[in-house]
């Protein structure tokens, strides 16, 4: 953070995602249309083999139905201890993430008339990620990086930030592993209070999905996935999504995301309702989000809804005051009055630093040193 400037701090939720990853009432949709990949895209060996994927996909589409959120079946999967049908739900609801940010198969029955929500299953990328990061990064002596006074606060599973940064920061003729470039990004200039659908993390090492899959999600990734599920390698290597009844406010992660806002100018929240089910996590994360000094910012189509949902703010006439209401959602709203001049400088080191040595293991090991 430079002298005279505090944070512009980005409050982000499933809708900042919406044209690219589907938000909790599409999930049912959209995984039947991954079911439908798996069954019809492929060779018919690959189909039949694919069927160890389909049958447990089902099952979780079944649950997600009868549950107002895939939270509310994970709860009763915990409370009930089963904890090995929690981690096997949890893997493949970072599969099913990995599929929808990934290129696939062209379709062979391609249907123009279909629904909205499965069009937008095509893109790997929301472009409005792109034309944000075409403004807060640059290349400063050489060096190319993010904003010094940007700051995301995210309760997406997704990896839309890291894949639209990537595309700035990675170079296609460069020839870095994706894996690399994966590690250059400024992962501290981002907090995930979920977790990471993306991640797989064992006591000793990870594994990127994206980087795992090479952006594809081919018959060989595939092939990979079954084998995981059939050998139920996620008992070892553990989705690192985190559900709101499971966090610990005393992690270290709750805390950063608290000094971030403490030290915001402005507070923009994207596509995020504060959903009851996450009440205690943002009541402790936005404690210091005194609205007298830090200007917020609620963008999202449903505006008014969203202002009642934060009545635990304070007095109501004084909040629906001080909260800016944006419902134009076309592009991600960057505050008039933040200062995009003061760009991070060669030598500051936003980066991890911290790595673990690779282990020959057979599995691509993930990003190291997020741990927060």
């Not at 997704?158 to 690399?180: G, K, P, T, V």
């Not at 995020?272 to 917020?296: C, E, G, T």
Request: proline share 2%; charged share 30%; net charge neutral.
């Amino acid at each position: 953070m430079t002298k005279n400037n505090k944070y512009l701090t980005f409050y982000l939720g499933a809708g900042a995602s919406y044209n690219a990853v589907p938000i909790v009432s599409e999930f049912s949709e959209r995984l039947e249309y991954f079911i439908k990949y798996l069954q019809s895209n492929h060779s018919q060996k690959m189909r039949e083999r694919n069927q160890t994927l389909v049958k447990p996909l089902k099952v979780l589409k079944d649950e997600i139905e009868k549950h107002s959120t895939f939270d509310v079946y994970a709860k009763k999967l915990f409370l009930q201890k089963r904890i090995e049908e929690l981690e096997k739900f949890k893997f493949l609801i970072s599969v099913f993430l990995t599929f929808e940010q990934v290129r696939k198969k062209q379709e062979r029955d391609a249907d123009k008339k279909k629904q909205e929500s499965i069009k937008r299953a095509h893109n790997n990328l929301d472009i409005r990620y792109d034309s944000l990061f075409a403004l807060l990064i640059n290349e400063i002596d050489g060096e190319i990086n993010l904003d010094q006074n940007v700051r995301f606060i995210s309760w997406n599973y997704d990896i839309q930030l890291e894949l639209s940064m990537l595309n700035f920061y990675r170079n296609e003729e460069s020839q870095n592993s994706l894996q690399d470039d994966f590690d250059k990004l400024p992962h501290n200039s981002i907090i995930k209070l979920n977790g990471d659908g993306n991640i797989l993390k064992s006591e000793e090492d990870e594994i990127n999905l994206y980087v795992e899959s090479n952006n594809s999600f081919d018959d060989g990734f595939i092939v990979t996935l079954i084998e995981w599920l059939s050998s139920k390698k996620y008992l070892e290597y553990k989705s690192q999504i985190k559900f709101a009844w499971e966090l610990d406010l005393e992690n270290s992660i709750y805390q950063k995301a608290t000094k971030i806002v403490s030290n915001s100018n402005y507070i923009v929240a994207i596509g995020y309702s504060f959903p009851n089910f996450n009440r205690s996590i943002d009541q402790y994360v936005l404690k210091d989000l005194y609205l007298n000094y830090i200007k917020a910012y609620i963008q999202d189509p449903n505006t008014n809804q969203i202002s009642q949902n934060l009545e635990w703010l304070g007095n109501n006439d004084f909040v629906s005051e001080k909260l800016n209401l944006k419902d134009q959602v076309s592009e991600f709203y960057i505050p008039p009055s933040f200062n995009m001049n003061e760009h991070i400088k060669s030598g500051l080191n936003l980066t991890n630093s911290k790595s673990r040595p690779r282990k020959p293991s057979g599995l691509k090991i993930m990003r190291k040193g997020y741990d927060i």
